[in-house]
């Protein structure tokens, strides 16, 4: 997705205070649920679902075995579950599915209701800044 689209979309959710204030709340929740994993120079992203490992391969998700460093987030199938059903998104659907489903306007401006139903089940080592650069080379790619 490039900038300018992702901008677009942006534009769509509301105004720049409202999405200020939405960044600002979605940087605390990440600072607040950070944990002690070892990190690498590698800029790909790793996901746990419970037992289930995934690497963030620029626009897809793939399996992958355990990781032992990297830039990690770790979710429970329930918390998944839960955004699913905020998203109205079948239990189902793919992590892939949710990622993307996760771009839309709509389900942007549920943000607070779905970082209250991953609150208890999420940790990650990865900064704001770094998420959001990681997020933006992986889209520029």
Do not use: C, W
Not at 57 to 85: D, P, T, W
């Amino acid at each position: 997705m490039s900038e300018k689209l992702l901008l677009s979309k942006l534009k769509s959710v509301g105004n720049p205070l409202v999405l200020l204030k939405m960044m600002n709340e979605i940087r605390v929740f990440v600072k607040n649920h950070q944990i002690d994993f070892p990190k690498d120079e590698d800029k790909s992203i790793y996901i746990q679902i419970d037992d289930v490992f995934y690497q963030v391969e620029q626009n897809r998700i793939e399996n992958h075995k355990a990781v032992s460093e990297g830039n990690y987030i770790f979710m429970s199938e329930a918390a998944l579950l839960k955004a699913k059903k905020i998203m109205s998104l079948d239990s189902t659907v793919s992590l892939s599915e949710v990622i993307i489903s996760l771009r839309k306007a709509k389900n942007i401006k549920q943000y607070k209701l779905l970082l209250e139903a991953v609150n208890d089940d999420f940790k990650t080592n990865i900064s704001m800044v770094n998420l959001v650069e990681i997020a933006i080379k992986s889209t520029k790619k």
